[in-house]
Every structure is written in structure tokens, then in C-alpha cells.
């Protein structure tokens, strides 16, 4: 029996038959026939060799290591670029390093995980080189991934202190492929600089008063009515907003915001989270407000502030005339609420449910101790009298006040808002003198323009019909609805603070928009500035504080840290495993299943071979037919190995039943 088994086991460890027949038919037809012959061509070693380090043993091998060993030069590259960006204004050529930083998360991995992975099993095999326990050899081999390096660590139950570096270093792989991506990123700033911004001028002292003949009046009178139609007739949240339709911003009321003219005159400021009360629907004109800025600046500017109060209700037109002082600018007894506008018209009368006038004489020498009054008169009920002037009028007596202040406007982005206001420190004259009764703009004849603004402005928004209220009444009485169908008014209930107010908007709103008719709907808050104009007029802002919004990059330092060490780190693996690849003159067996072939007595392989390594021994054999098969099929236990499906030899395949030992 033992010599039997002697030359059974001799018969495994003879070289491959030369006749493969055997071989074919356990292969099938399709397997390469693999013999002693074919291996000796391939490489197969028939003579003792010396070894020599791996680095030389396997070139290929050793240049894709030295090519991966740049890789994390190409990576602190990147952050030397990042470095380099940092604080500088995104542009194209600048954000092919952001798109470069973005691939971190997929790259670095990667790169990663060959390096170090190498690296790991190059020490390992230089520790079973130089002798070491096998669960460290083994926990070595295996650690290519984080994940494999603490599977394996509770598999083995290895405890040793190497496991806590090891384990750090694979957590540097997501950590630093997240640092690429998150160590720099795209924040706003500014940079200060010099502007030019100018303003209308709102304040007119030279004569370019508008509405001032009735040559520039038919000039305007088209445009100006639709301004007006257009910012009546806007939305709530629009008529509320710090700038009109058209972005321009609006004035505050300064006795809104809490100034009186016996203060000591400080700045008021703009609550940006509480109602504002506007003096007009239309906004301040600006020009040379760069689009991608900051820019704050003071303005002069003025707006007609009225305080009406009730004088009678239910009056007749003669008592209407008499409550006026028997003496107005326009209307008399017979025409209050049917006007001829144009003597030649030939729409003929037109008419309107509200009228103004005023009995103030304009032609006589200035008076600055009295103010101008406006007389702002509205159909009373509509169940009494007609529209030709026999009907019962609300009359309201509104003095004249004209506030000169000072501004301060922020614009951010093309939006600009009124921050804070004051009383002007540079135009000190009385509230009591208006473009109207003021000495300096009398040879002007001003008054001429006040006509013009009585005749035209109740006609702002044409009525449908004689019965319709007109939208600007509507607004003043406080009515939801601007176009009502059935007209209705109380004005015995109507506060007086808020006719004052509602009546300060609307004519604050076609007074400047008169202005500036040909600039309002068209111009541009980034249109250059042009001082030279003469009409409108335009002054130069001083003072004007300019920042221009730009988008930079900014890096985090802590992903920028993480980052760079991670790199460092792996560059110090690469070059690690370069020069154990250089010292180790150990076939690398480890980790290959072509290593079970090694005087394995179920595999029959030529003599030799044990200076391969696996990778070169799973070359040579890889037309090799095995199997993981039971090798004692008669015995009530089994045993399992690697064998090959070559020769006479037929192994069992394994089963769920049977026991091995």
C-alpha cells in the first residue's frame, strides 16, 4: 500500500503528459492543450536563478508606479493654483481650476487606492521577506481599502498598534477627495473705486420749469398722461414700494419719518420693514449707476407738501365761488367741472368730477409771509344736480409747503431706495416759497406753469363717461377701486389727514413727471452721465461712495489643510512603495491565486518555478484547467484543495452534504 501511494504521489509530481488527450477531453474541446514543451517556451524556469529586486524583475510594473507616483504632484499642483486663485475675480480661465477641483471626489479616490494599496502590499511582502506573524501578513495583503482593512481586522481579531495608522491613512482617501472639492468655492466681495453719478435736478432755479407755455405744454401733455395713467393705476404693493415701476427711487415724506421744522434737523432713517408713506408715485432720476455695484450717495431734492382742510360740503356753485373769495386762477361759477381746455378743441367741453384753483395772486410782487393755497373741490353725492356745475361740491382748502431735503440713496445692483433724509443744510429758504411765489423764479413767471397744471391735471386720466369718477378722485377720497361704475362720495367722512396726504401724492406725481416726461419710461439708471444736458437738468452727485460687486474665489483652509496633507501623504506611500519594491527581491506569491499552484501535489507542474512570482506563475498557467474539488472521494471525510483537471485524475465536486475535513 505505501508504495502504491508512493507512486501515485511520484505520478503527480511528473511533468504534464505529452500526449494531452486526457487533458482534452476533462477541458473540453474548446481548452488550449498546455504542456511541458509549451510551458518551457513561455518561460518556465529549467535551471537554478538569482533573484533580483522587483523594482528591475518587473519593469512594467515598476513604470506604472512611477507614474503614479507623479499623480499627487499633479494634486499639490492644484492646490498651488487654488493657492494662487484665491481672492482673485471669477473668470473663464480661472474656473478651469474650480472644474478641475470638482473632479476630487472621483479621482483622488481612485489614485488613492493604487497607491496605497500597492504600497500596503509591497510591505507586506517585505515583512514576510524579512519574517513576520502571518495575521500580520495577511491584515497587510488585504488592507486595499478602508473598508477591507476593518473587515478583515474583525475577521483575523488581529490586535496590533500598526491597525491605527494603517486605519487613518485609508481615511485620508474620502477626506481628501472631499478637501478638493470643497477647499475652495465662489463667494461675492467688492472693490472700492471712483463714480460719477448725477441726479435731476428737482429744485428748479433756472428757468427750465415744465409746463411753463402752451407750446411745451402740447409737447409733453401726451406722455405726461400716460405716466401718470401708468403709476395711478399701478398695483398696491407697486404705489408702496421705495421705487416706481420704472426702478426709480421714490421720496419719503420727511414728516413721515418723524421731522418737524423745529428739530435740530437730524438725519431720519428709512425703516426698510415698516410702511412708508411716498410723496409721489414716481421716483428721483439717476444716472451713471453701474449695474453690478454698490454705490451710495446724497441728493438734493423737494416736494409739495399739502395740509388740506374741509371748508364745507354740499355747497351750490355760487357758494362754491364765494368760499374761494370770489377770486380763482381758472374756473368761475359756471365752468368748475366742465372745461373748455383748448378754445378751439373740437372735442369741446370736457369734463371731470373734481377741479383745482387757486386764490392766490401769482402776478403781484412775491408775498414769502403768506404760502400758495390750493383749492381742491369734488362732486359731493350723485343724486343731486348735474355735470355742468349745479351740483353740490366738497371744498377743501390746501396750503402749500415746499420741502427742500437732503437724501441719502443706496443702490444695490440697480436698485436703488432712499436710506435716510434731512431737511437740505445747502437751501435753507422758507417752506413757505414754492417754484410758485418764490422771488428768485417770479421773472419766470411761474405762475404760467400752475395754470397749466390747473387746467390739465384733473384731465390726467380721461373719465368713460360725464357719470364716471375720475381715478385720481378716487384715489384722494380712498376708494379700493379706482374705476367705480356707480360714483358715490361722502366727503363729510373723509379724514383730512388723508386727503392731505393722497392729495400731496397725486399732484407731487404729475408735477414730476412733468419733468423729466421724455426720460422717465426710457432712460437708464446705468445711462452715462451727461451734465451738459439742458433739459432736464442734472446735478453731479458729491461724496458718492462707490463699491463694485464682484465674485471671487475664497478657499477654506481647513479642506485646503486636509487636502494637501492627504496628498503629502500620498506621495510619501508612493515613494514608500517604490523603494520597498526596490529592496525586495521576494517573488510577490501573496495574494495570487496562481501561488496554490506552488508544490501544490494536485497540480502537475514542471520542476522549478518557486523564483516566480504570482503574477508571472498566473502568465505561464493561465490555460491551466483547476479546480476546488474534494481530492479523497472514497473516504467518509473529504478534503478540499486546488487541483487540476488534467490526466486520468477526476476529482469530486464538493457538496452541501458531505463533511470535510
Known amino acids: 500500500m505505501f508504495r502504491s501511494r508512493a507512486r501515485a504521489q511520484e505520478s503527480e509530481l511528473e511533468l504534464l ?50 507614474i503614479l507616483a507623479f499623480l499627487p504632484l499633479i494634486f499639490l499642483g492644484l492646490a498651488v493654483l487654488v493657492l494662487a486663485i484665491n481672492g482673485r475675480e471669477v473668470n473663464e480661465r480661472r474656473d478651469a481650476v474650480i472644474q478641475a477641483t470638482r473632479l476630487g471626489p472621483t479621482v483622488f479616490p481612485i489614485v488613492f487606492a493604487a497607491i496605497v494599496g500597492s504600497m500596503m502590499r509591497n510591505y507586506a511582502l517585505w515583512r514576510a521577506q524579512n519574517g513576520a506573524a502571518l495575521g500580520l501578513i495577511e491584515q497587510l495583503n488585504g488592507s486595499t481599502s478602508f473598508a477591507g482593512t476593518i473587515e478583515l481586522a474583525l475577521a483575523l ?6 491597525m491605527i495608522p494603517i486605519l487613518l491613512l485609508w481615511a485620508m482617501s474620502p477626506l481628501g477627495g472631499q478637501g478638493a472639492l470643497r477647499m475652495i468655492s465662489q463667494a461675492p466681495s467688492s472693490v472700492p473705486g471712483d463714480l460719477s453719478v448725477a441726479y435731476l435736478n428737482m429744485n428748479v432755479s433756472d428757468g427750465n420749469i415744465p409746463l411753463v407755455g402752451s407750446s411745451s405744454t402740447a409737447d409733453i401733455l401726451a406722455p405726461l398722461n400716460a405716466i401718470y395713467t401708468t403709476l395711478i393705476l399701478s398695483s398696491e404693493e407697486a404705489k408702496a414700494s421705495p421705487s416706481d415701476v420704472w426702478g426709480w427711487p421714490k421720496i419719503p415724506s420727511l414728516l413721515s419719518l418723524g421731522s418737524s421744522i423745529d428739530d435740530d434737523n437730524p438725519w431720519r432713517p428709512v425703516p426698510a420693514d415698516a410702511p412708508v408713506t411716498y410723496t409721489s408715485l414716481v421716483g428721483h432720476v439717476l444716472q451713471g449707476i453701474p449695474p453690478d455695484s454698490y454705490a451710495e450717495f446724497p441728493i438734493e431734492s423737494s416736494y ?30 359756471s365752468n368748475f367741472f366742465n372745461d373748455t381746455i383748448d378754445d378751439n378743441s373740437p372735442y369741446g367741453a370736457i369734463y371731470s368730477n373734481f377741479f383745482i384753483d387757486t386764490g392766490y395772486n401769482l402776478t403781484a410782487p412775491s408775498r414769502p409771509q403768506s404760502q400758495v393755497n390750493l383749492f381742491y373741490g369734488s362732486k359731493d353725492r350723485s343724486d343731486e344736480g348735474d355735470m355742468t356745475g349745479n351740483l353740490p361740491v366738497a371744498l377743501f382748502n390746501c396750503t402749500m409747503s415746499f420741502i427742500r431735503l437732503e437724501a441719502q440713496v443706496a ?125 432736464p437738468s442734472y446735478i453731479s452727485a458729491e461724496g458718492t461712495t462707490f463699491v463694485r460687486r464682484i465674485t471671487v474665489y475664497r478657499i477654506s483652509l481647513p479642506w485646503l489643510i486636509v487636502f494637501i496633507a492627504a496628498t503629502i501623504l500620498l506621495l510619501l506611500s508612493a515613494l514608500a512603495g517604490l523603494f520597498l519594491k526596490s529592496i525586495i527581491i521576494a517573488p510577490d506569491i501573496l495574494g495570487y491565486v496562481s501561488s496554490l499552484t506552488r508544490d501544490n501535489p494536485h497540480i502537475s507542474l514542471p520542476a522549478g518555478g518557486s523564483t516566480l512570482s504570482g503574477e508571472d506563475r498566473a502568465k505561464l498557467l493561465r490555460d491551466l484547467p483547476v479546480q476546488i474539488a474534494d481530492v479523497d472521494k472514497h473516504r467518509d471525510f473529504g478534503r478540499i484543495v486546488l487541483a487540476s483537471r488534467s490526466g486520468d485524475t477526476a476529482y469530486e465536486k464538493l457538496h452541501r452534504r458531505r463533511r470535510y475535513e
Not at 537554478?48 to 512611477?66: D, F, G, H, V, W
Not at 356753485?317 to 374761494?324: C, K, L, N, V, Y
Request: charged letters at 20%; aromatic letters at 10%; a negative charge.
Open 304 to 333: 409739495f407738501d399739502f395740509d388740506c382742510h374741509m371748508i364745507a360740503t354740499g355747497l351750490s356753485a355760487s357758494e362754491t365761488f364765494d368760499a374761494m373769495g370770489g377770486n380763482s386762477l381758472y374756473h368761475n361759477a
Open 157 to 162: 481579531r488581529h490586535r496590533d498598534l500598526l
Open 411 to 535: 443702490c444695490e445692483n440697480s436698485s436703488c431706495a432712499v436710506t435716510r433724509m434731512r431737511r437740505s443744510e445747502k437751501d435753507k429758504r422758507s417752506s413757505f416759497l414754492s417754484p410758485f411765489n418764490d422771488a428768485l423764479d417770479h421773472r419766470y413767471n411761474t405762475w404760467t406753469t400752475l395754470h397749466n397744471i390747473i387746467r390739465r391735471f384733473p384731465h390726467a386720466v380721461q373719465l368713460v363717461d360725464q357719470y364716471q369718477p375720475s381715478p385720481t378722485d378716487s384715489y384722494i377720497y380712498g376708494e379700493p377701486s379706482l374705476f367705480n361704475p356707480h360714483y358715490y362720495r361722502d366727503w363729510s367722512t373723509a379724514s383730512a389727514e388723508n386727503v392731505s396726504t393722497r392729495f400731496s401724492t397725486v399732484f407731487n406725481t404729475f408735477y414730476q413727471a412733468s419733468m423729466a416726461t421724455f426720460v422717465i419710461p426710457v432712460a437708464s439708471m446705468s445711462d452715462p452721465v451727461d451734465l451738459n444736458t439742458s433739459s
Open 17 to 66: 503528459p505529452s500526449n494531452p488527450s486526457a487533458l482534452q477531453r476533462e477541458a473540453g474541446p474548446e481548452t488550449p492543450t498546455l504542456t511541458a514543451s509549451s510551458l518551457a517556451q513561455e518561460g518556465w524556469p529549467d535551471q537554478p536563478q538569482r533573484l533580483k529586486s522587483n523594482a528591475s524583475e518587473n519593469k512594467l510594473s515598476t513604470a506604472i508606479n512611477c
